[in-house]
């Protein structure tokens, strides 16, 4: 089992997950404010985490943010809040879903319901308008440790994140959530994170409220500014501790690097957009500078989270071999981007800084595993890595006792 990667700083970097993150909770703040003042006089001023919601951004980014707001704050009132009527409207599946509240199904495409302060618990009491009967609500699981939500029913504000292969979005049916399934797998990988590289793991923490997981056939995992703080995995046939430590650290990646860059102005001294064929001659490759960065701070976790699993007490020899391939995958795209990023001289001081880091740490990372994945053969991969076809193009002789 290898140490895992410091060549990050991760003192530095930390201070602006926190910054970015306290900017973003002052920007939702100015939303609220300006959209429903009578709301944003019941939060808690000072609590950032109650302005990190992740349906606000969603709600921010709906065609009614003012009527949709009223059912994801309610939770986050002060203890001493006046009686709140609010109207709730369920998802596809008749499930009506408040933020750190629950779920419930309704009968009617509406409800009108009102919070009422909170009881012994601090949780708030949600009657029926029309009568006093207290609703209870099914509670989203969470991981062992409390840290991380399971989300169990998807929020209908969500939708519009989830992008078909026909080029349509829409919803994902309860029937496929998958987040129960897998939950012991899920917190493993996290428990590995957080051993094996606990600097990313407590900046992780600091940016992610939970995890939607889906079974959606070719359609990729994801994070999204517009619920910012949670992490979407779709999950293939096959999955396991290297599949999750892979998707974990990639997506959850991407929501510290959206912190760290909150402005992308404080990256990149031209435009973000800029599409990176501009420098590395490439026509097909149609991201732009800003996700092609995004890119490669994710390859670097991953590499580094996927070698510090190769010969871990806890992997079996086909998750030994699967850790071989994912890691060859990787580097083989951390390598490319890299170089990409590298032809683009107008960084700025923080971007210059962390390019370098990143590229110190591909040399380390690289250095460790050259021998391990020298021979791996990566015809026909597509776009995600697929064990399935690996095994055929390099174990399809192998059989695991």
Same mark, same amino acid.
């Given at each position: 089992?290898?140490?895992?990667?410091?060549?990050?700083?991760?003192?530095?970097?930390?201070?602006?997950?926190?910054?970015? #993150?306290?900017?973003?909770?002052?920007?939702?703040?100015? !939303?609220?404010?300006? +959209?429903?003042?009578?709301?944003?006089?019941?939060?808690?001023?000072?609590?950032?985490?109650?302005?990190?919601?992740?349906?606000?951004?969603?709600?921010? @980014?709906?065609?009614?943010?003012?009527?949709?707001? %009223?059912?994801? @704050?309610?939770?986050?009132?002060?203890?001493?809040? @006046?009686?709140?009527?609010?109207?709730?409207?369920?998802?596809?599946?008749?499930?009506?879903?408040?933020?750190?509240?629950?779920? #419930?199904?309704? @009968?009617?495409?509406?409800?009108?319901?009102?919070?009422?302060?909170?009881? %012994?618990?601090?949780?708030?009491?949600?009657?029926?308008? +029309?009568?006093?009967?207290?609703?209870?609500?099914?509670?989203?699981?969470?991981?062992?440790?409390?840290?991380?939500?399971?989300?169990?029913?998807?929020?209908?504000?969500?939708?519009?994140?989830?992008?078909?292969?026909?080029?349509?979005?829409?919803?994902?049916?309860?029937?496929?959530?998958?987040?129960?399934?897998?939950?012991?797998?899920?917190?493993?990988?996290?428990?590995? !994170?957080?051993?094996?590289?606990?600097?990313?793991?407590?900046?992780?923490?600091?940016?992610?409220?939970?995890?939607?997981?889906?079974?959606?056939?070719?359609?990729?995992?994801?994070?999204?500014?517009?619920?910012?703080?949670?992490?979407?995995?779709?999950?293939?046939?096959?999955?396991? !501790?290297?599949?999750?430590?892979?998707?974990?650290?990639?997506?959850?990646? &991407? +929501?510290?690097?959206?912190?760290?860059?909150?402005?992308?102005?404080?990256?990149?001294?031209?435009?973000?957009?800029?599409?990176?064929?501009?420098?590395?001659?490439?026509?097909?490759?149609?991201?732009?500078?800003?996700?092609?960065?995004?890119?490669?701070?994710?390859?670097?976790?991953?590499?580094?989270?996927?070698?510090?699993?190769?010969?871990?007490? %806890?992997?079996?020899?086909?998750?030994?071999?699967?850790?071989?391939?994912?890691?060859?995958?990787?580097?083989?795209?951390?390598?490319?981007?890299?170089?990409?990023?590298?032809?683009?001289?107008?960084?700025?001081?923080?971007?210059?800084?962390?390019?370098?880091?990143?590229?110190?740490?591909?040399?380390?990372?690289?250095?460790?595993?050259?021998?391990? +994945?020298?021979?791996?053969?990566?015809? %026909?991969?597509?776009?995600?890595?697929?064990?399935?076809?690996?095994?055929?193009?390099?174990?399809?002789? &192998?059989?695991?006792?």
């Amino acid at each position: 089992m290898f140490s895992n990667d410091s060549t990050l700083n991760w003192e530095y970097w930390h201070s602006r997950v926190q910054e970015g #993150q306290h900017d973003l909770s002052l920007l939702s703040r100015k !939303i609220i404010y300006n +959209i429903r003042p009578d709301i944003f006089e019941q939060l808690p001023f000072e609590d950032d985490a109650i302005f990190l919601e992740p349906l606000f951004f969603s709600a921010f @980014a709906s065609p009614a943010p003012r009527e949709e707001i %009223e059912s994801l @704050a309610v939770r986050y009132f002060h203890n001493q809040h @006046a009686p709140f009527k609010f109207t709730v409207k369920p998802n596809a599946d008749g499930m009506v879903v408040i933020p750190e509240i629950g779920s #419930q199904y309704a @009968a009617k495409n509406s409800l009108c319901l009102q919070s009422v302060g909170a009881d %012994e618990k601090q949780q708030p009491t949600i009657t029926e308008s +029309i009568d006093t009967d207290i609703l209870s609500f099914a509670t989203e699981p969470k991981t062992a440790d409390h840290k991380f939500s399971i989300y169990n029913d998807i929020h209908y504000l969500l939708y519009p994140l989830f992008k078909f292969v026909d080029g349509t979005v829409g919803s994902i049916s309860k029937k496929n959530l998958a987040g129960i399934k897998h939950l012991a797998l899920v917190e493993r990988s996290l428990k590995h !994170i957080s051993i094996a590289y606990p600097d990313y793991y407590a900046a992780l923490t600091c940016v992610t409220r939970g995890f939607m997981i889906f079974r959606q056939p070719r359609m990729n995992s994801f994070s999204s500014e517009s619920a910012h703080g949670i992490s979407f995995l779709s999950v293939p046939d096959f999955v396991s !501790i290297p599949y999750f430590v892979e998707d974990i650290a990639h997506q959850c990646g &991407h +929501i510290v690097f959206s912190s760290i860059f909150f402005r992308p102005e404080e990256l990149l001294a031209l435009p973000s957009e800029t599409p990176i064929s501009s420098y590395n001659q490439n026509p097909d490759d149609n991201r732009s500078l800003y996700v092609v960065f995004h890119a490669v701070f994710t390859e670097h976790l991953i590499a580094t989270c996927l070698l510090s699993l190769y010969g871990s007490p %806890e992997c079996s020899d086909e998750e030994n071999d699967e850790i071989i391939g994912r890691l060859a995958f990787i580097m083989k795209k951390y390598h490319r981007d890299l170089d990409s990023l590298g032809k683009v001289p107008e960084r700025t001081e923080n971007g210059e800084m962390m390019y370098n880091e990143l590229e110190s740490s591909y040399r380390n990372l690289h250095s460790k595993c050259a021998r391990l +994945i020298k021979n791996v053969n990566l015809t %026909e991969q597509p776009y995600n890595f697929d064990f399935i076809q690996y095994k055929k193009a390099n174990l399809s002789s &192998h059989i695991y006792v």
